[in-house]
């Protein structure tokens, strides 16, 4: 009996972790979308100094 009680999660504290876990992967995702483009641009600014020489 003890042990139905620990693992109960009321669909208040459900609905954080979930938050918790989605705000989690969307900002990982964001994350990297921007060091993607961080990259690209890193990248076409050098290609386009030794262009210029």
Same mark, same amino acid.
């Given at each position: 009996?003890?042990? &139905? #009680?620990? =693992? &109960?999660?009321?669909? *208040?504290? %459900?609905? #954080? #972790?979930?938050?918790?876990?989605?705000?989690? =992967? %969307? *900002?990982? %995702? #964001? /994350? =990297?979308?921007?060091? !993607?483009? +961080?990259?690209?641009?890193? =990248? +076409?600014?050098?290609?386009? !100094? /030794? @262009? @210029?020489?």
């Amino acid at each position: 009996m003890l042990s &139905y #009680i620990i =693992f &109960y999660l009321d669909p *208040g504290t %459900a609905m #954080i #972790i979930l938050q918790l876990i989605v705000s989690v =992967f %969307a *900002g990982i %995702a #964001i /994350f =990297f979308k921007k060091l !993607r483009k +961080k990259f690209i641009s890193f =990248f +076409k600014n050098l290609k386009n !100094r /030794f @262009k @210029k020489s």
